[in-house]
């Protein structure tokens, strides 16, 4: 046999063997290819090599099931709780949910809150209140790689607390408060509250007040104390924090405790206890007197920095309502409680000659008003204008008439 065809018989059966040691390989096998060839041909190639083919890596995993969008559980103030259906492959280990929020109201300049957790609903602390945030899921494993995010879920927030709380004006008794309404996540906006709590009196009841406008007006209050004033939001999603607190100071207490310290023809000076007034500066103290004897009369006022006041101007005879404000920076509180002050009688009037006899003499009068006080005595005085020296002489009656004794006969 010639050399060609002895190697062409080697070459015959050395394919007759790969082909049996292929079919013997089973699929997922790694299979090392290596050229044949005689004695001869294969010192004269390089040294055989080997390539490696298997299959698909699990990360790599495109038939992860779609996961559907969360959804809201609840909200608060800073947070939200969100749950979920995840859908997870058989065989897969290791799961984790990711949920995700990106806070879409800021665009790019956004934050984003992750968490991660093992059970079917999540809480997302740390979100921004009045923002819009869109939140997805995302299934991982250890074993089968990763989901991709799911459709989002447009997540609003509670609104922003409001801001800028500011004093309009305060009043006896009540104030209006306004404030600046912030972001509130697109949703509507229900109402607003406003919360005042007595820091001078604790145990006094808190005041709050529900509107839908930008101010409220706070009734109630009790005059001469501090109040903390704060202001929520509420929407369709939940209410804001509150916001930061307002120092509002009331008009001063009404001063109290009037009195009489005396009384003369025509003035009296009245005292009075002043109260407290918030802390605030007091600048005046006003008194005013009333006439209700003659209503027509005018009235009297007189404006002190001291604790009493002295009332010129009366008429003497009527019956006066006495009232004080006190003023301090902030406004002017509610007059006091009336006081009724009583003025001296009225000077008698009508004086005539009953009789005249040697050395005496019977004077009468009319009485006047008296301010509804009780009438003690008259007291008639006669003075000698002839004689200037000589003794003044008097006499003391309760009755309308009055018998002068020891005149000088002949003298005025």
Sequence with gaps: MSTHGAQGTSQGRGRTRARAAIAAIGAGTTIVAMAIGTAATASAMPAPTATTSSVASPA????????????????????????????VPAGATGVHYVVTATDVSRGPKGSTVTTTTTSNAATLDGLVDGEVYDVTLTVTTDNMG??????????????????????????????RVAYYPQRYAGAQVLHYTVTATDVTDPSAPVITETTRSNSAKLTGLIDGDVYQVTATTTSTVGTSAPSKPLTLR???????????????????????????????????????????????????????RSNSAVLTGLIDGDVYHVTVTATSTVGTSAPSTTYTLRTVPAAPGGLSVAWTKPGEARIAYYPQRSAGAEILNYTLTATDVTDASAPVITATTRSNSAVLTGLVDGHD
């Design 60 to 87: 790599a995993n495109t038939s992860f099931p779609t996961q559907g969008a969360p959804y809201v559980v609840s909200q608060g103030i800073g947070t939200a709780r969100v749950a979920y259906f995840p859908q």
């Design 146 to 175: 990763s989901s991709a995010p799911s459709n989002p879920l447009t997540l609003r927030t509670v609104p922003a607390s409001p801001n800028g709380l500011s004093v309009a004006w305060v009043k006896p008794g009540e104030a």
């Design 250 to 304: 009331t008009v001063p207490a009404s001063p109290g405790g009037l009195y009489t310290s005396w009384v003369k023809p025509g003035e009296a000076r009245v005292g009075y206890f002043p109260q407290r007034s918030a802390g605030a500066d007091i600048v005046n103290y006003t008194m005013t007197a009333t006439d209700v004897t003659d209503p027509s009369a005018p009235v009297i006022t007189k404006t002190t």
